[in-house]
């Protein structure tokens, strides 16, 4: 399923790999597309949307709908 998350405090690609890598360790199987000037994660998980806002904010970003 498609979720979509604005994730504020991505400001370069290293910030976009972290997530990423965070999401992958949760889901191998996820497919994340960010798009970093709208703050925009779009992830294609099983996980609930829940698990998905943890493990980003665990990163350190701040995660909202």
């Known amino acids: 399923m498609n979720q979509t998350f604005t994730v504020t405090g991505m400001t370069c690609g290293h ?7 965070a999401v992958k360790q949760a889901d191998p199987q996820a497919e994340i597309t960010i798009d970093r000037s709208q703050n925009l994660v779009t992830i294609a998980s099983t996980k609930t949307r ?14 909202a709908a």
């Open 15 to 21: 910030c976009e790999m972290a997530v990423k890598r």
């Open 50 to 63: 829940e698990d998905l806002a943890k493990v980003i904010a665990e990163e350190g970003y701040g995660v």
